[in-house]
C-alpha cells in the first residue's frame, strides 16, 4: 500500500472512531531508549483534539516549530517539556522534521548511529512531524546503528507481564517478544531477564519464570545483543497487606446462600458456594473468584473455578451464571457498606453479563446489555471504541431504536447497548443480515 493509501486508511480510520464517550480520553504512549539507558519509561500522552497545533521548542539552541498536536514530534516536544529531557531538532521546512539529539545522545545521519521512531512496533514510514498518532498508539524512539540500507538495525524488545499485583514469594510468568522494522513479532529466545537481582534466560518460547519479591513495584528488563531493551513494572505485595500496591485492604465476606455463614478472608480471591438442584439431585459447588481490580482484567467466571462436582456442559454453564449473580450480589452489598474499592458511579451496579459464552461480572446501568469488556488500557479501549462503531453501524443499518456507546468504569472499557432489549435483536442482525 503507498504511504498516500495508509493516510487515506487511517484518516478514514480515525474518524471512524471519534466517538463522544463520557470519561475516555485519547491517549498514546511514548517511551525513549538510548544506547546505554532508559531516557523516558513508557509514559502515557493524552493527544489534544484533532486539528490543534502545539509549538515544540529546540533546547540545543532556541528553534521553535510549530506542529500538529498529534503527532508523534508534538508528543516527544512536550514530554521533553515536561520531563526536563533535552532535544534538538532542525525544521527542513517542506521535508519536515529531523531528530538531532534527545537526552545529550546525538544522531549522525552520515555513519549512526541515529534516532529512529518506531510507531506500535513498526518503524514510522513518515516523519515525526507527519506521523499522526491515534488512541492506543505506541510510541518509541531509540538510538540505533545503521543496517546495511540506513535503516534500523536493531530489533526491539517486549516484555508482557502480568497486569494485576502478585502476592510476595507467587511465581510468575513475563514472555518477551522481538520486533523488527516491519512489526512482525518472534519470540525473542535468550533474551537476558532481570528482577531484583536474579538473572534469567528467556526460553525457546520468549518466557521466562520469576518469583515475585519485595514489597512495592520494581522492573522486570529484557536486554538482548542487537535489540533495544525493554521492561515491565510489576508489584508484589506482603498476602496481608495489598496496600503497598494501591490495592484496597482485604475484605471480610459472608457470601449469600453459604449455609455456614462463615466470614471468608480474602487475599485476592473469594469464595463463592452455590447450592442448586439439577436432574433430581442437589449439587453443592464451591468457586474460588478474583474480586475487582480497578485496570486489571475485568471479572469472568471460569469453568476451572468452579469444584465439587461433575456436571454436564449445560449444568457448568447454569452454575457458571449463579456465581456471577452471587458475585454480583456480595459486591453490590460490600459497596452499601462503604467499600470505597467497590463504589461505582451513581446509577450504576455490579451485574452479572453473559459475553461469548462466558458470564462477567461488571458495572452497569439497569436498561443496559453488555456487548464487549476488557481492561481499560489505551490500546483496550482503542479496540473497544473500533467495536462500539461497529456495532453502531449495525444499529444503523438494521433500523433499531437502540443506543451502542463506549463507556469506561472501574477502570474497565465496556460497549454497551441500550436499551437491553435490543440486544438479541442487534446479535441477531449482525450475524445473520438484516430480516
Same mark, same amino acid.
Given at each position: $500500500?503507498?504511504?498516500? &493509501?495508509?493516510?487515506?486508511c487511517?484518516?478514514a480510520?480515525?474518524?471512524?472512531?471519534?466517538?463522544?464517550?463520557?470519561?475516555?480520553?485519547a491517549e498514546? @504512549?511514548?517511551?525513549?531508549?538510548?544506547?546505554?539507558?532508559?531516557?523516558?519509561? +513508557?509514559?502515557?500522552?493524552?493527544?489534544p483534539?484533532a486539528?490543534?497545533s502545539? @509549538?515544540?521548542?529546540?533546547?540545543a539552541?532556541?528553534?521553535?516549530?510549530? #506542529?500538529?498536536?498529534?503527532t508523534?514530534?508534538?508528543?516527544l516536544g512536550?514530554?521533553s517539556?515536561?520531563?526536563?529531557?533535552?532535544?534538538g531538532?532542525?525544521?527542513?521546512g +517542506?521535508?519536515?522534521f &529531523?531528530?538531532d539529539?534527545?537526552?545529550g545522545?546525538?544522531?549522525d %545521519?552520515?555513519?549512526?548511529?541515529?534516532?529512529?521512531?518506531?510507531?506500535?512496533h513498526?518503524?514510522?514510514? #513518515?516523519?515525526a512531524?507527519?506521523?499522526?498518532l491515534?488512541?492506543g498508539?505506541?510510541?518509541?524512539?531509540?538510538?540505533?546503528?545503521? !543496517?546495511?540500507?540506513?535503516?534500523?538495525?536493531?530489533?526491539?524488545l517486549?516484555?508482557?507481564g502480568p497486569?494485576?499485583?502478585l502476592?510476595?514469594?507467587q511465581?510468575?510468568?513475563v514472555?518477551? !517478544?522481538s520486533?523488527?522494522n516491519?512489526g512482525?513479532?518472534t519470540p525473542?529466545a535468550?533474551?537476558?531477564?532481570t528482577?531484583?537481582g536474579?538473572?534469567?534466560?528467556a526460553?525457546?518460547?520468549?518466557?521466562?519464570?520469576?518469583t515475585?519479591?519485595?514489597? =512495592?513495584?520494581?522492573?522486570?528488563?529484557?536486554?538482548?545483543?542487537?535489540?533495544v531493551?525493554?521492561s515491565?513494572?510489576v508489584?508484589a505485595h506482603?498476602a496481608?497487606?495489598?496496600?503497598v500496591?494501591?490495592?484496597p485492604?482485604?475484605?471480610?465476606?459472608? $457470601?449469600?446462600? !453459604?449455609?455456614?455463614?462463615?466470614?471468608? +478472608?480474602?487475599?485476592?480471591?473469594?469464595?463463592?458456594p452455590?447450592?442448586?438442584?439439577t436432574a433430581?439431585?442437589?449439587?453443592?459447588?464451591?468457586?474460588? #473468584?478474583p474480586?475487582?481490580?480497578? =485496570?486489571a482484567?475485568?471479572?469472568?467466571?471460569?469453568?476451572? $473455578?468452579?469444584?465439587?462436582?461433575?456436571? @454436564?456442559?449445560?449444568?457448568?454453564?447454569?452454575a457458571?451464571?449463579?456465581v456471577?449473580s452471587?458475585? &454480583?450480589?456480595?459486591l453490590?452489598?460490600?459497596?452499601?457498606?462503604?467499600?470505597?474499592?467497590?463504589?461505582?458511579?451513581?446509577?450504576?451496579s %455490579?451485574? &452479572?453479563?453473559?459475553?461469548?459464552g462466558?458470564?462477567?461480572?461488571?458495572?452497569m446501568?439497569?436498561?443496559?446489555?453488555? $456487548?464487549?469488556?476488557?481492561?481499560?488500557?489505551?490500546?483496550?479501549?482503542a479496540?473497544?471504541r473500533?467495536?462500539?462503531?461497529?456495532?453502531?453501524?449495525?444499529?444503523?443499518?438494521?433500523d433499531?431504536d437502540a443506543?451502542?456507546v463506549?463507556v469506561r468504569r472501574?477502570?474497565y472499557?465496556?460497549?454497551?447497548?441500550?436499551?437491553?432489549s435490543?440486544r438479541?435483536?442487534?446479535v441477531?442482525c449482525?450475524?445473520?443480515?438484516r430480516g
Open positions: $500500500m503507498t504511504s498516500i &493509501a495508509r493516510a487515506a487511517a484518516t480510520f480515525a474518524a471512524l472512531l471519534a466517538i463522544p464517550a463520557s470519561g475516555l480520553g498514546a @504512549t511514548i517511551r525513549i531508549e538510548g544506547t546505554s539507558r532508559t531516557v523516558l519509561p +513508557q509514559t502515557a500522552y493524552v493527544l483534539a486539528g490543534t502545539l @509549538t515544540i521548542r529546540d533546547t539552541d532556541g528553534d521553535v516549530m510549530s #506542529v500538529g498536536g498529534r508523534a514530534a508534538a508528543q512536550n514530554a517539556r515536561l520531563y526536563g529531557i533535552g532535544f531538532f532542525t525544521d527542513w +517542506q521535508w519536515g &529531523a531528530l539529539s534527545v537526552g545522545d546525538p544522531s %545521519w552520515n555513519t549512526g548511529p541515529a534516532w529512529f521512531v518506531k510507531n506500535n513498526r518503524v514510522a514510514a #513518515v516523519g512531524g507527519s506521523l499522526e491515534a488512541d498508539d505506541e510510541v518509541l524512539w531509540a538510538l540505533s546503528p545503521f !543496517d546495511g540500507n540506513y535503516e534500523m538495525a536493531l530489533a526491539e517486549d516484555v508482557v497486569a494485576r499485583p502476592h510476595d514469594g511465581a510468575f510468568t514472555r518477551v !517478544d520486533y523488527d516491519a512482525t513479532r525473542a535468550g533474551a537476558t531477564v528482577y531484583r536474579a538473572t534469567l534466560t526460553g525457546a518460547d520468549g518466557t521466562a519464570t520469576l515475585a519479591g519485595g514489597s =512495592g513495584p520494581a522492573e522486570v528488563v529484557a536486554t538482548r545483543t542487537g535489540a531493551r525493554d515491565a513494572r508489584c506482603p496481608a497487606d495489598p496496600t500496591c494501591d490495592l485492604p482485604l475484605p471480610k465476606a459472608t $457470601m449469600p446462600d !453459604d449455609p455456614r455463614q462463615a466470614a471468608v +478472608q480474602s487475599t485476592g480471591d473469594v469464595r463463592v452455590i447450592t442448586f438442584r433430581g439431585r442437589t449439587v453443592s459447588l464451591s468457586a474460588e #473468584v474480586l475487582p481490580e480497578p =485496570g482484567a475485568p471479572v469472568a467466571i471460569r469453568r476451572r $473455578m468452579l469444584s465439587g462436582a461433575d456436571l @454436564t456442559t449445560g449444568e457448568m454453564r447454569r457458571m451464571g449463579k456471577a452471587h458475585l &454480583a450480589a456480595y453490590n452489598a460490600q459497596a452499601k457498606n462503604g467499600d470505597p474499592a467497590l463504589a461505582l458511579p451513581a446509577g450504576n %455490579w451485574r &452479572a453479563a453473559w459475553l461469548s462466558t458470564p462477567y461480572v461488571v458495572p446501568k439497569r436498561n443496559e446489555a453488555l $456487548m464487549g469488556v476488557a481492561s481499560g488500557g489505551p490500546r483496550n479501549t479496540a473497544t473500533a467495536r462500539t462503531g461497529a456495532f453502531r453501524r449495525h444499529v444503523a443499518r438494521c433499531l443506543t451502542a463506549t472501574h477502570g472499557a465496556l460497549t454497551t447497548v441500550t436499551p437491553a435490543a438479541s435483536a442487534l441477531r449482525a450475524t445473520r443480515g
